[in-house]
């Protein structure tokens, strides 16, 4: 996981309008079919995000749970927006303590792997680094799904191996200005 950090770390751009662009980039040497299953497929999701319980479909609603975050899960409503299989996937739910969140991911295939292409965007003010990281986590687990290495099972293991790559001091917790 390490020795391509650079590569897999999300990278943030400002739109014209202010608002931040979040985007990771990864590759696997699996059928585009197999990689759009782990990314939809209801029992392949479930092993390294969540879970997805509703109608499939543009404009579909129902309520996604990630089960992999600490504490009790918590289901939140969901829309799909877009759905090309297994090209194009964009779902909308809501959170709790924070603007709605848009997820694009695309997947295309070039060079013998299949390509993703995961785009989120955030407020002007959001503080991205933790989404980052946590979308990093996320998508680490999508690769292990796929033949990866799997990531560390504990986030602080996890966090402190890609923490300083974002920013953050080993220990997760928030840098301080010296």
């Not at 020795?3 to 980039?25: K, N, P």
């Not at 990630?66 to 996937?89: A, F, N, Q």
């Amino acid at each position: 996981m390490t020795e391509d950090l650079a590569t897999r770390r999300g990278s943030v751009t400002r739109l014209e309008d202010g608002r931040q662009r979040l985007e990771f980039r990864r590759s696997w040497p699996d059928p585009i079919e197999d990689v759009w299953g782990a990314l939809t497929g209801p029992d392949r999701l479930a092993r390294w995000i969540g879970r997805y319980e509703g109608e499939r479909g543009v404009g579909a609603t129902g309520t996604f749970v990630m089960t992999h975050e600490e504490g009790e899960p918590v289901g939140e409503p969901m829309t799909i927006l877009e759905c090309d299989p297994p090209r194009r996937l964009v779902v909308e739910w809501t959170q709790q303590d924070t603007e709605d969140w848009r997820v694009d991911l695309d997947l295309w295939r070039e060079g013998g792997r299949t390509h993703l292409s995961f785009v989120q965007v955030f407020p002007a003010d959001a503080d991205v680094v933790d989404f980052a990281m946590g979308w990093h986590w996320y998508l680490e687990k999508l690769g292990a799904e796929l033949g990866d290495p799997a990531p560390p099972e504990d986030w602080d293991a996890f966090s402190a191996g890609v923490g300083p790559a974002y920013g953050r001091p080993p220990s997760g917790g928030p840098v301080t200005a010296g």
